[in-house]
């Protein structure tokens, strides 16, 4: 199949361009600028961008990726990808080492088939002074020898873990997870300045979440948040849905790390889904307005947001369209090393959005086929 565009961004210009998509089964075969090779099979009116991809998401559509049913799984999966999401990195919850064991085994096996990008485990290694919406009773040090047991029963599916750094064992832990395949991200943390950078400089190069569950900047004590926004080499994650972060604070991550930015969902099971009454872990929360909170208390349980809803409000706040779509796509690939998506590049799979007016889907390619 041969796609023409009126805007289609490809990573070799720095924005959207008249051009091209070449389609053969699930991949990539060519692209290019200006008028295709040969009269288009079909022409896309708006813009053309690859798939989203989301690294940081732990359900949709009523379901959880923290499971023990796999049609779960793909109701999640299904949810997001109708929003344009063609990527998905399943994020745990924190949990009892044997219930992360079982939930991995499900979700492992979904990334092996090459239905998920990989598992995030946000949790049990969490500071109990910033830990959400997550179960106190089940947070734990950072045991190296545990992190490495986990992450070799997955066999390479863990591609992220959240460790707040000033844990006991955290710093001897960091090393084990990048050694198995894993980046260390920093979050749900006390850190201070000092032991933030110290971690970044130890491999820990992901931020969990920036401003959420850690603490704020002090003209006196600028804890880790300063340190991810200084360092080139970490990327941080933005919950963009104007609730978790300011639109107007959000915006301006963007504008001084406009290369760094992870744009991410954290979506809950409600993501896709109608008000009500959820669980998140073994927390019930309630949803209401589209906000979720832990039931009875004001701690936001993660969003109901998709990545096509948050690039869209990077775009009602200033940010140039490429820029935000690459904070959907190109940036979380790079950050978590996803061969094969993010772009539309030769050899990459054939996982392209259409939008409309204001950055609105109007079609979603996964593997080749129009879903």
Same mark, same amino acid.
């Given at each position: 199949m041969l796609i023409a565009a009126e805007r289609v961004l490809l990573p070799t210009h720095p924005d959207f361009v008249a051009g091209w998509v070449? *389609?053969?089964?699930?991949? !990539? =075969? %060519?692209?290019?600028?200006?008028?295709?090779?040969?009269? $288009?099979? #079909?022409?896309?009116?708006g813009s053309l961008v690859p798939g989203f991809v989301d690294v940081h998401c732990h359900g949709g559509g009523g379901a959880a990726f923290a499971t023990d049913d796999p049609a779960d799984v793909d109701t999640a999966i299904l949810a997001h990808r109708a929003t344009g999401t063609t990527s *998905?990195?399943?994020?745990? !919850? =924190? %949990?009892?080492?044997?219930?992360?064991?079982?939930?991995? $085994?499900? #979700?492992?096996?979904?990334?092996?088939?090459?239905?998920?990008?990989?598992?995030?485990?946000?949790?049990?290694?969490?500071?109990?002074?910033?830990?959400?919406?997550?179960?106190?009773?089940?947070?734990?040090?950072?045991?190296?020898?545990?992190?490495?047991?986990?992450?070799?029963?997955?066999?390479g599916a863990v591609k992220m873990a959240t460790i707040a750094p000033e844990l006991p064992g955290a710093m001897a832990a960091i090393p084990v997870m990048i050694a198995g395949g894993c980046l260390p991200a920093i979050g749900h943390t006390a850190a201070d300045y000092p032991t933030a950078k110290a971690a970044i400089d130890a491999g820990a190069t992901g931020a969990t979440h920036i401003f959420n569950a850690m603490p704020p900047v002090g003209h006196r004590d600028p804890g880790p948040i300063l340190a991810f926004l200084e360092d080139p080499r970490v990327r941080a994650e933005l919950i963009f849905d104007g609730i978790h972060v300011t639109p107007e604070l959000a915006?301006?991550?963007?504008?001084?790390?406009?290369d760094r930015v992870v744009l991410i969902t954290d979506a809950m099971a409600a993501a896709g889904a109608p008000d009500g009454d959820y669980m998140l872990g073994d927390l019930p929360v309630e949803v209401r307005d589209r906000v979720a909170r832990l039931a009875g208390k004001p701690t936001i349980a993660g969003s109901t947001l998709t990545l096509d809803w948050a690039v869209r409000n990077a775009v009602a706040q200033g940010i140039p369209l490429a820029q935000a779509v690459r904070s959907a796509t190109s940036v979380p690939a790079d950050y978590l090393s996803l061969?094969?998506?993010?772009?539309?590049?030769?050899?990459?799979?054939?996982?392209?959005?259409?939008?409309?007016?204001?950055?609105?889907?109007?079609?979603?390619?996964?593997?080749?086929?129009?879903?």
């Open positions: 070449e *389609v053969d089964g699930d991949t !990539i =075969t %060519a692209a290019g600028e200006g008028a295709p090779p040969r009269p $288009a099979d #079909l022409t896309v009116t *998905v990195v399943a994020s745990l !919850i =924190t %949990a009892s080492i044997p219930v992360l064991h079982r939930q991995i $085994a499900i #979700l492992a096996e979904r990334v092996r088939a090459g239905d998920l990008a990989g598992i995030h485990l946000e949790g049990p290694w969490l500071a109990p002074t910033f830990k959400g919406a997550h179960s106190p009773g089940l947070l734990s040090d950072s045991v190296a020898d545990v992190v490495a047991e986990l992450l070799a029963s997955a066999g915006a301006f991550v963007m504008r001084i790390i406009p061969g094969g998506v993010g772009r539309i590049a030769v050899g990459n799979k054939a996982d392209l959005v259409t939008l409309g007016d204001d950055a609105v889907v109007t079609g979603v390619m996964y593997r080749g086929v129009w879903q």
